[in-house]
Structure formats: C-alpha cells, structure tokens
C-alpha cells in the first residue's frame, strides 16, 4: 500500500496544474474542497475514537488494585493484577493451556498444509480444481453449524477433554484457508528454484524441503494458524469441561460469568496477556494479511 | 505445473495430499453429514435417547419450522448479518475508505496512522471484545457510554438489557468495519491513477467517478468481500454469547446460540443438528456462489 504511495512523481505533479485552471475558473471548488477534507477528517476521528475508547477499560483496569467493571483511572497504578496472574496456579495453567492448543495446532497446520499445498501448487492431476473449489467451499461451514456432531462424534472417539483431540479439531478449522495461503505461496515460487537443487543431485523431495521451506510463506501461514486458534472460543468451550485444560478465552468466560465475586483486575491483567499475541500478530502482519484476505481469500 | 508420471510422483501426491485431507475429513466432513444423519434421530443428551436413539423421520424439522423461537432466530440472525456485514462492514466501511483512500485530488494525511488505529478492534480475540464492551455499555450511571450522554444531559441507557440486539450489532460492526476499510482504501488504491485522470479530467464529479470509474473497476473485490463477510456473520457465536448469552429472553438469540442452547443446554443433539443442517444449507448456498467468484483464481 505504501509503494504506491512513494510513486506519484511525474504524473500527479501535472494533474494539479492542469486542473488548477479549471478550479480557477470556479471559484467555489477550492473551499468546498476544503470543506470536504475537514468534514473527511472530521469522520475519522470520529470512527477512530470508536475503535479506541473500548479499549479504555482494559489499559486502566489492568494496572488498577481496586479495579471494577467501570473505567476509571487508579489512584495508584500497580503491577500487582500481573503478579497475582503469574504466581496464581490458575492464571498460570489459563496460558499454558493456550500455549499449548495454539502451539500444537499450528505445528500441525504448517506441517499438513506445507505439505499439501506443495503438491497442489507442483502437480497437475485430474480433479485439482475441483478439489481446490471444494476445500474452499469447506471454508463457508462455521463451528455452530456442527458443533453438535462434533461434539458426539468426540465422545465416541474419546477426544473429548483431550488436549490433542482439540489441537486437531483447531487445526482443521484453519486448514482450509491455510492450504490456499500455501498453495498461492508455492504458485510464486518459480519451479527453476528447485530444478538449480536437482542438478546438484537432491531428489525432488530434498529439493522442495531444502530450498522452498525457508521462504516467507510458511511463516504467514503459521501466524495465521496460532492466532486464529489463540482466539477461537466455542470450540474449547464445547470439547473441554475440565477445568484444567481450559484456554485463556473459557478462563475469561468462566470468570466474567460467575456471580459471586468476579476479580476485575485478574480479568483485566488476564485480557491483557490474552492480547499482546494478536496485537503483535497484527503488527509484524499486518500486509501478507491484507493480501491474503484482500486477494487471499479472494485467492491470492 | 506438471502432469503426474511416474509411480513416485504419484505416491508423492497421495502422500502428501492424504494428511490434510484426512484432517478435514474427520473433524469438518464427517460432522457435516453426522449433523445430516442425526437431525432425522431423537438424539439427546441424557435420558434414554442418549443410548438408544432412533430414527424419527423429519420431525426434527417440522419442530423447527413450527417453533417460533426458530423463526425469530433465523430473522434475527439474517437482519444481523444484513445490518452489520452488508450495511455495516461493506456500504459504510466501503464508503469511509473512499474518503481515506488516496486517489487523483484527494489525499488525507495520517492515513497510516487512522489504519493502525482501526485494526485494534480486529486484533483483540472475541472473549476480550466482549468484556471491552461489557464495561462500555455498562447499563448503570457509571457506564463509560452512559457518562458521556450524561454530559450532554440525557439519563442511563440499559445498553444491553433495553437495547441488546442494537448493542450487539454495533459491536460486531466496530469489530469488522475498520478491517473492511484498510482493505477497501488499499483496493481503491490499486487502482492506475492514470484510469482515475482520465474520469477527471472528462469532468467526472466525485460521485460520478465512484459510481462510473471505482464500483465498476473493484466490484469482484467488492462482491468477494461481502460473500465472506455475509457468510461469517452467519457464524458468529463468542462475541453475542459472552455479551448476552442470547437474552435478555431471546433479545440477541442468533442462530448460533439457538443451536448451542438446544444441543447443550436443552440436550436435544437431535433438534440442534437438525437447526446446524438448515444453517448449513443457507451458507452452502452463498458458499457455491462465493466459490463461484473465486472459480479463476484456481
């Protein structure tokens, strides 16, 4: 987005004169014009104050002793939310769980897709396209639709409350998205890459491990898998009932919704470690995401 | 590209291609037809169902389609997606992103600062967008929304009690709208500047270049993005459920908690399958055409 930025020189440096004239000619267009880029700026700020004031709540609560369900500023700013979430066993257990369901199903992921997206990108063969069209009509299925089966079929085959039956079931979640991110990956990768590894008398297999593997594109396809099992909630909210095994997002909900006393601050400190992984996600990125989902989910 | 050859490019390809398959397979295929085959049983939770369940023909369905907490589900949920997908995070966000994009005449500053800001939303996992909101629209005097009307002299609103559905399509707008307008400036963009010009300088006024130049040129982006977003809306479980729960009474029961709720809070397997192949069918059917869109890109 921003090479295009860079690249006006010539052109728009002519247009504004050409146009200059015709401006001139009416009066009116240079103020309304002005009037137009106040009333442009006016709604961004406005939008980009409903993104942000939300988010009052958690930076202040987090760092406040007496914190509540209210936004107020503490009157002594502490760590002490954080340390409780740390030495506690169960703010603990909460991020080692997440850890553990997102970790696994992102090795999974990469590996599988990796894999698969290779051969799809690599081979031609009867039914390619068809498969490719029907992966990405799997993608349309939401959770909810088949929870319930899901649920039963995770009892007969006894990965309910399991650790690996819910890092699969997460991982397949994203499979379908993640294929096409590899495949469109390996589309870029020109064959000859490979061919040079031949020559020197890899196999073909040697030759796609040694030399495609460490480009970019299982990375973005890593990040995507971890985040979007990092936040998945109804999944693990159905599969596990222990309350050991649960993930940060059940921890919060469990929290929020029980009456008694829910600590505010915990929550808060909680949210906040919750988070930092996908806004850092978003960050690092921020573009390989926009293109796989501007083109990406739109193909490429 | 090439063909398959040999025995070893063959094995290749079904050695590789078996994992993921395998995966889908399980966990996404066979629920999808389990779902099928459950929704034409009595299957429960608990009680004798449980163990033995038999067949009982469509009355799943007729149960549904003469339940009324059914049809007002469905209605809601389509009126949810039609309100914050359609109306929401594509006609608004992609009008915003008009006014963000850089194009001939038109250039704002702090566009990539406005960007990184509206990304927050997206960013923050759905249990914690919730709880954000939990306190924003707080219902009681102290509320952080509800002290801002107070400034200006209007009394409390009950957010999410006197006006959840609202409440709740407003959140899941401020979730999706920002990422949908980084998405579409960054699409406007990428449109030639010299294509842009020439509308201008055959007089074009803005409107005129956004209807005649921009929508033509972006309409397979712009149809892409609705599908998916229509489609996921759909599917929207955590933020509602964590927020509401469904209520109060019904309020904010979209078709996700109706499922979960029959399937797990009533035990009735059967009904909340049955319920989970109706949705099924209605997102197939705006998934083909959405494959349909995407049919070159293979």
Request: a positive charge.
């Amino acid at each position: 987005m921003s090479d295009e930025l860079e690249i006006p020189p010539a052109v728009p440096e002519a247009a504004p004169r050409a146009t200059s004239q015709a401006a001139a000619r009416r009066p009116g267009v240079r103020v309304r014009r002005s009037l137009a880029r106040t009333g442009a700026y006016l709604i961004l700020v406005a939008l980009a104050l409903f993104a942000i004031v939300p988010f009052s709540w958690l930076v202040l609560a987090a760092f406040d002793r007496q914190a509540s369900i209210f936004v107020k500023v503490p009157t002594a700013w502490t760590l002490e939310n954080f340390v409780n979430l740390f030495t506690n066993q169960d703010g603990l257990r909460l991020i080692v769980n997440s850890l553990i369901y997102s970790g696994g199903a992102t090795l999974v992921l990469v590996v599988v897709a990796t894999m698969a997206g290779y051969v799809l990108s690599r081979y031609s063969f009867p039914g390619r396209r068809t498969l490719m069209l029907g992966i990405l009509l799997i993608r349309v299925i939401p959770p909810t639709a088949i929870i319930a089966p899901l649920y039963i079929i995770a009892t007969s085959l006894g990965f309910l409350n399991t650790y690996y039956g819910v890092t699969l079931v997460l991982a397949s979640w994203q499979l379908p998205l993640a294929l096409w991110l590899m495949k469109g990956f390996f589309d870029t990768v020109p064959i000859q890459i490979e061919e040079a590894a031949w020559v020197d008398g890899a196999t073909r297999l040697k030759a796609a491990f040694r030399v495609v593997l460490p480009l970019a594109g299982p990375g973005v396809g890593a990040l995507i898998a971890f985040i979007g099992a990092w936040n998945e909630f109804l999944i693990p909210l159905v599969l596990i009932s222990d309350p050991d095994k649960q993930p940060i997002a059940l921890g919060l909900f469990r929290a929020y919704i029980s009456y008694t006393q829910v600590d505010w601050g915990f929550l808060a400190a909680l949210s906040m470690v919750y988070v930092i992984p996908a806004v850092v996600f978003y960050v690092v990125a921020r573009r390989a995401l926009q293109q796989s989902v501007a083109g990406g989910l739109a193909g490429t | 590209v090439r063909p398959v050859r040999s025995w070893r490019d063959a094995l290749t390809l079904v050695g590789f291609l078996t994992p993921a398959l395998a995966l889908l397979g399980v966990f996404t295929i066979w629920p999808a037809v389990w779902a099928i085959y459950q929704s034409f049983t009595n299957k429960a939770l608990t009680g004798f169902e449980a163990r033995s369940p038999h067949f009982v023909g469509l009355q799943n369905y007729t149960r549904l389609l003469g339940d009324p907490d059914f049809h007002s589900s469905m209605l809601r949920t389509f009126a949810f997606v039609l309100l914050s997908a359609v109306v929401g995070q594509t006609i608004f966000a992609f009008a915003i992103a008009y006014l963000m994009a850089e194009r001939p005449r038109w250039r704002l500053g702090f566009t990539p600062l406005f960007a990184a800001v509206f990304l927050l939303p997206l960013a923050v996992p759905e249990a914690v967008a919730a709880l954000l909101w939990a306190s924003t629209a707080n219902g009681t005097q102290e509320g952080l929304l509800n002290r801002g009307l107070g400034l200006v002299g209007l009394g409390p609103v009950e957010w999410l009690q006197a006006h959840a559905f609202e409440t709740v399509t407003v959140v899941n707008i401020w979730r999706g709208i920002p990422f949908a307008m980084v998405l579409f400036a960054a699409a406007i963009e990428s449109i030639p500047r010299t294509t842009l010009e020439a509308g201008l300088i055959d007089g074009a006024s803005a409107w005129q270049q956004l209807r005649r130049v921009v929508l033509p040129i972006l309409r397979p982006q712009i149809l892409t993005f609705l599908m998916l977003t229509t489609i996921t809306t759909f599917g929207i479980f955590g933020l509602v459920f964590f927020l509401t729960r469904g209520g109060p009474g019904n309020a904010t029961e979209i078709i996700g908690i109706y499922i979960y709720q029959r399937a797990f809070q009533f035990f009735e397997i059967g009904l909340g399958s049955a319920a989970g192949v109706l949705l099924l069918v209605v997102l197939l059917v705006l998934g083909a055409y959405y494959v349909w869109l995407m049919r070159e890109q293979v």
